[in-house]
T-cell receptor
């Protein structure tokens, strides 16, 4: 069975400091990984997906199959980055039929 | 199109009652998903539709839960004989097929409280 683990429930960093939100997964096949974000009083929304290999709002994430990780990073945190972040996995690419498996989420707080 | 709409936003019911939630997806999205989220947890997959066909159901979806998408547009999720453990946020999401299948647009959710 596939599983997504986000070891930190809460992460607090100061503005301007680097941020790394950890995500580890277990899946025997070839996964597709995502980061979804939920800002205060807003809906859950896609932040980025590993196949896009792009930076969104300064965030990047690299899929490391050897370590089965997909950590989210940003070199300089901003106060508007404060939000709930969820790592998610799909066991299919381009037509998944099983929905996404989400981690429990990490609450990121950026202190001024 | 204002995105994914869910109704009602909040529902308080007594144990044993039936409840129904409605989801209106983005019109051009052919996939529709239902998730459940409880406090401190990430969203848990319940079921999904491609057009009007229900293609996948999680083991979390007991016999008391039923979902429909009769014309491939809006969907309903009904919970019969509610239990206190059903209290949760029920999230609906929609997506395109193909390469966009896992790029989900979520609704605001329907929060259920079972007394």
């Amino acid at each position: 069975a596939q599983r997504v683990t986000q070891p930190e429930k809460l992460l607090s960093v100061f503005k301007g400091a680097p941020v790394e939100l950890k995500c580890n997964y277990s899946y025997s096949g070839s996964p597709e990984l995502f980061w979804y974000v939920q800002y205060s009083r807003q809906r859950l929304q896609l932040l980025l997906r590993h196949i896009s290999r792009e930076s969104i709002k300064g965030f990047t994430a690299d899929l490391n199959k050897g370590e089965t990780s997909f950590h989210l990073k940003k070199p300089f945190a901003q106060e508007e980055d404060s939000a709930m972040y969820y790592c998610a996995l799909s066991s299919y690419s381009g037509g998944g039929a099983d929905g996404l498996t989400f981690g429990k989420g990490t609450h990121l707080i950026i202190q001024p | 199109d204002t995105g994914v709409s869910q109704d009602p936003r909040h529902k308080i019911t007594k144990r044993g009652q039936n409840v129904t939630f409605r989801c209106d997806p983005i019109s051009e999205h052919n996939r529709l998903y239902w998730y459940r989220q409880t406090l401190g947890q990430g969203p848990e997959f319940l079921t999904y539709f491609q057009n009007e066909a229900q293609l996948e159901k999680s083991r979390l979806l007991s016999d008391r839960f039923s979902a429909e998408r009769p014309k491939g547009s809006f969907s309903t999720l009904e919970i019969q004989r509610t239990e206190q453990g059903d209290s949760a946020m029920y999230l609906c999401a929609s997506s395109l097929g193909g390469a966009g299948a896992n790029v989900l647009t979520f609704g605001a959710g329907s929060r259920l409280t079972v007394l």
